[in-house]
């Protein structure tokens, strides 16, 4: 799969909700179906669900598909090792200001850290990045250390869907821009894709159901796994020798 840029990340309409901070922002297919983005919920600060899901979090945390940053923020004020990954220079720049750290990157791209993190995030339906849950699933594996934890937020309803869809500001608006390719999974569907994964959970909360995985552990005769994930962030920082080490 690329590890290019989607078009769609710089431009309006999504940047300038952002920076906006709210909608309505919508994902429309051809045949005109909108999917409803939460993009004042995104940039607002985590609520009771948000920190549900970072509480079952362990060690360092790579959020996929972060946003405004308001997980990767939470997370830093707890003082927990977390990086976010965005393709929007402008989510990426917002969750700098929160004093969270966070790259624009793919999560095809190369990363920091691979094979290391601990916990991986994919919220407010990033499994569907790509278009492919099952080439997602896998990349996620690859970045998680053995018996690292995925926590996915799943679709509420039963749904097991690959289209493409473009970004709107307003349910009338004419669709511009490069489609790009999306999927929804539901639960059931999540479930069903995770050959390979142990299922360590799910549950709902707010309206929102989430999933939680685990990579496959390391047989006990190897050598303990390495715990520890590079972050990399776009600003100086001085981390603490026990701390994940910053590179760029």
Known sequence: MSTAVPAWTGA??????????????????DDGWL?????????????????????????????????????VGELAARGRPALGIDVSETAVAHTLRLGGQALRRSVFAPLPG?????????????????????????????????????????????V???????????????????PFPWARLGTPALLRR??????????????????????RRASSSAEPP???AVISSQRPRNPCADSPAASR
């Open 12 to 29: 309006d309409p999504y940047a300038a909700a952002l920076r906006a901070g709210r909608g309505p922002l919508f994902l429309r297919r």
């Open 35 to 71: 999917l409803p983005l939460d993009v004042d919920r995104w940039c607002g600060r985590a609520d009771p669900v948000d920190r549900d899901v970072l509480d079952r979090c362990e060690g360092a945390v790579l959020d996929v598909g972060c946003g405004p940053g308001r997980l």
């Open 114 to 158: 691979e094979g290391r993190w601990d916990t991986a995030l994919l919220m407010d339906g990033n499994i569907g990045i790509g278009g492919d849950p099952d080439t997602l699933l896998a990349r996620m594996a690859q970045l998680l250390r053995p018996g690292g934890l995925l926590i996915a937020e799943t679709d509420p309803a039963d």
């Open 160 to 178: 097991d869907e690959r289209t493409r869809v473009r970004v709107v500001r307003l349910p009338g608006a004419h669709a511009t821009g490069t």
């Open 194 to 215: 995770a050959a390979g994964w142990e299922i360590a959970g799910h549950w709902a909360g707010a309206g929102r159901r989430f999933v939680a995985l685990r990579t």
């Open 226 to 228: 390495n715990r520890t």
